[in-house]
Antibody, heavy 121, light 109 residues
Framework: QVQLQQSGPGLVKPSQTLSLTCAIS??????????WNWIRQSPSRGLEWLGR?????????EYAVSAKSRITVNPDTSKNQFSLQLNSVTPEDTAVYYC???????????WGQGTLVTVSS | EIVLTQSPATLSLSPGERATLSCRAS??????LAWYQQKPGQAPRLLIY???SRATGIPARFSGSGSGTDFTLTISSLEPEDFAVYYC???????????FGQGTRLEIK
């Protein structure tokens, strides 16, 4: 059974960097058949896919156009986890952030528990 | 970016009734359409992928149909635990884009 456990701070100051980690059990971040994603949800923007990382003989990272200039998603093979960094945050980045796995069908079959991140001074 | 429009925004029905939820895409997504159920305080749960394939463990009362731009999620006979918010989701490859609809709230009448 795949489980995703998120960790990271719930409060970030404006202009700083939001950092979250998603620890994987029951699968491997280096699997060549799945993709590891970050998604967020807020009342104003709904569900919004942010970016993903995956391994297909080499590592690939892909990002939503809306976040591309500020986001980094990285795998950590030594800890079997992946991370999200979002730079220069503003109050509009306040949301519940989820990590999620997608298989070759692109749909998200396993999700983390969600982390409410508030951007406020 | 492909926009998904769900209707209705809210659907009020009673247990045992049939629910029909709609998702329309601004351009063709072929069959790359998924449906999710979300309850308060929980992450979304995958119900349907590839427009009509049920995910593992999803009851047979949930079914999906459609292709191209028009899709439907049908719940044949509502159970009390089905009252929740439902989202559709698509993906396109070039450039990579994954978007969700704004959701349909299914509430008890």
């Amino acid at each position: 059974q795949v489980q995703l456990q998120q960790s990271g701070p719930g409060l970030v100051k404006p202009s700083q960097t939001l950092s979250l980690t998603c620890a994987i059990s029951g699968d491997s971040v280096s699997s060549n058949s799945v993709v590891w994603n970050w998604i967020r949800q807020s009342p104003s923007r709904g569900l919004e896919w942010l970016g993903r990382t995956y391994y297909r003989s080499k590592w690939y990272n892909e990002y939503a156009v809306s976040a591309k200039s500020r986001i980094t998603v990285n795998p950590d093979t030594s800890k079997n986890q992946f991370s999200l960094q979002l730079n220069s945050v503003t109050p509009e980045d306040t949301a519940v952030y989820y990590c999620a796995r997608s298989d070759g069908n692109y749909s998200f079959d396993y999700w983390g528990q969600g982390t409410l991140v508030t951007v406020s001074s | 970016e492909i926009v998904l429009t769900q209707s209705p925004a809210t659907l009020s029905l009673s247990p045992g009734e049939r629910a029909t939820l709609s998702c329309r895409a601004s351009q063709s997504v072929s069959s790359y359409l998924a449906w999710y159920q979300q309850k308060p305080g929980q992450a979304p749960r995958l119900l349907i992928y590839n427009a009509s394939s049920r995910a593992t463990g999803i009851p047979a009362r949930f079914s999906g149909s459609g292709s191209g731009t028009d899709f439907t999620l049908t719940i044949s006979s509502l159970e009390p635990e089905d009252f929740a918010v439902y989202y559709c989701q698509q993906r396109s490859n070039w450039p990579v884009s994954i978007t969700f609809g704004q959701g349909t709230r299914l509430e008890i009448k």
